[in-house]
């Protein structure tokens, strides 16, 4: 079973960058998907980028060419680099893993952070 905790999230300003990280406790993390996603106020929460075990990557086409998503087996941590923010990143940030045992995997999440860009 993994834990997960996210940190990095805080108030930005419009064109500024954060980092996001999320740690992962337990075994999984380098036989997991990992992926950021994130839901804004009254709207549907949307994948923003995931990272697969061969760090195939790819991204919702909102944040292609801003955010870069990462990761590093060796301290079981995915990382969100959020480059040129804009006030649609506002947003309640989750990390996500999931873990394949079997034909379906098995998804954890973490609490979110929030992250919040001032225009």
């Known amino acids: 079973q993994l834990q997960l905790l996210e940190s990095g999230g805080g108030l930005v300003q419009a064109g500024g960058s954060l980092r996001l990280s999320c740690g992962a406790s337990?075994?999984?993390?380098?036989?997991?998907?990992m992926g950021w996603y994130r839901q804004a106020p009254g709207k549907q929460q949307e994948l923003v980028a995931r990272i697969t075990r061969v760090n195939t990557t790819d991204y919702a086409d909102s944040v292609k060419g801003r955010f870069t998503i990462s990761k590093d087996n060796a301290k079981n941590t995915v990382y969100l680099q959020m480059n040129s923010l804009n006030a649609e990143d506002t947003a309640v940030y989750y990390c996500n893993a999931q873990e394949y045992l079997g034909p379906s995997p098995i998804d954890y999440w973490g609490q979110g952070t929030r992250v919040t860009v001032s225009s």
């Open positions: 337990g075994p999984g993390f380098s036989r997991s998907v």
